[in-house]
């Protein structure tokens, strides 16, 4: 059988096996690949309260999808949600205490992620690929 060498295939297995690798990992821990995502994001931030617009257009996901997760990790007590004191209609989002511990133990092995990924690279191709990568990423937009 022929292997596919298309650039978007190879990418999307890529991302496919780390996304599967990472929840694996994080199993104990009860949060998914995706949901360390926003507790990065969240921390990234804190003490900032996030609107949730914000988190949409950080993902590039809908509505639905930032509610979600929000609710699922809202239930998990990591983070917590309160009514925008600028827009009454809207709510922000921040990282509780339990939530900022348990996302550096979830980083940890996000890191490991990251590292297993680029160790065939040298240090100069890692950085021409995460080069490479933003540009396709912005050519995209």
Known sequence: METNNDCGFLIKQICDRLQASANMELKDS?????????????????????????????????????AGIVSRLEKKELIRTEQSTEDSRAKTVCVTEGGYAEFMHAKDSRDENEQRLLSPLSGAEQKQLRGMLSRILENLK
């Open 30 to 66: 009860g949060l998914t690949f995706s949901q360390v995502r926003y507790m990065e994001y969240l921390c990234r931030n804190h003490p900032r309260k996030i609107p949730m617009k914000e988190l949409e257009a950080a993902f590039n996901v809908s509505q639905p999808t930032v």
